[in-house]
């Protein structure tokens, strides 16, 4: 079956410094990665997406893209900001069978940036 | 704002209990998803519906069901409500089912169950 491995977190991290979280997956086809991104007392929110392999998705700031070939799926900032501090998910979609699809999440990793 | 509304937004009840937790997806959006995240399990898929019909069903108890109805809105269902029933639920939205489209969700709803 599909799966999401993430970094665990916390991340702890002073502002402007560089961000990477590690993302790899396991699935079966070509399926669509994600990030979300969860900010406190928040719902999730989609930050950026890569549909096929190389595709580089981006969004205030952060990137990622998607490797095919290490099964990856990092997630990428120069310099974070106080305001990034949240939890991020990577997660990925294929369709199952002829039904439906859907989001299988990593664990999420928590990132904390100080001033 | 993703256009997803749920509500209740925060809900507290008593271990025996039902309770029914409504969404409304995305204007023009078929696909509707139910998660559920929870400290220990993170987040977990429960369901999904895609203009009314069962789509895709992941980890759901038996006591939970839920449904899509002709204006497309969505309710869950949670029946016979344990202690560790307690988490928050997501509603989600797609235009279609292609792995491709983005899911948008909702704020969530949390659920406390003493």
Not at chain 1, 24 to 42: D, N, R
Not at chain 1, 62 to 72: D, P
Not at chain 2, 46 to 73: C, M, T, V
Not at chain 2, 82 to 111: H, K, M, Q
């Amino acid at each position: 079956g599909n799966s999401v491995t993430q970094m665990e977190g916390p991340v702890t991290l002073s502002e402007e410094a560089f961000l990477t979280i590690n993302c790899t997956y396991t699935a079966t086809g070509y399926p669509s990665l994600f990030w979300y991104v969860q900010y406190p007392g928040e719902g999730l929110q989609l930050l950026l997406k890569a549909t096929k392999a190389d595709d580089k998705g981006s969004n205030k700031g952060f990137e990622a893209t998607y490797r095919k070939e290490t099964t990856s799926f990092h997630l990428e900032k120069g310099s974070v900001q106080v305001s990034d501090s949240a939890v991020y998910f990577c997660a990925l979609t294929s369709i199952k069978g002829n039904a439906g699809n859907m989001l299988t999440f990593g664990g999420g990793t928590r990132l904390m940036v100080k001033p | 704002d993703s256009g997803v509304t749920q509500t209740p937004k925060h809900l507290i009840t008593a271990t025996g209990q039902r309770v029914t937790l409504r969404c409304s997806p995305r204007s023009g959006d078929l696909s509707v998803y139910w998660y559920q995240q929870s400290l220990d399990q993170g987040l977990q898929f429960l369901i999904q519906y895609y203009n009314g019909e069962e789509r895709a069903k992941g980890n759901i108890l038996e006591r939970f069901s839920a449904q899509q109805f002709p204006d497309l809105h969505s309710e869950l269902n949670l029946s016979s409500l344990e202690l560790g029933d307690s988490a928050l639920y997501f509603c989600a939205s797609s235009v279609d089912r292609g792995p491709g489209n983005t899911i948008y969700f909702g704020e969530g709803s949390w659920l406390t169950v003493v």
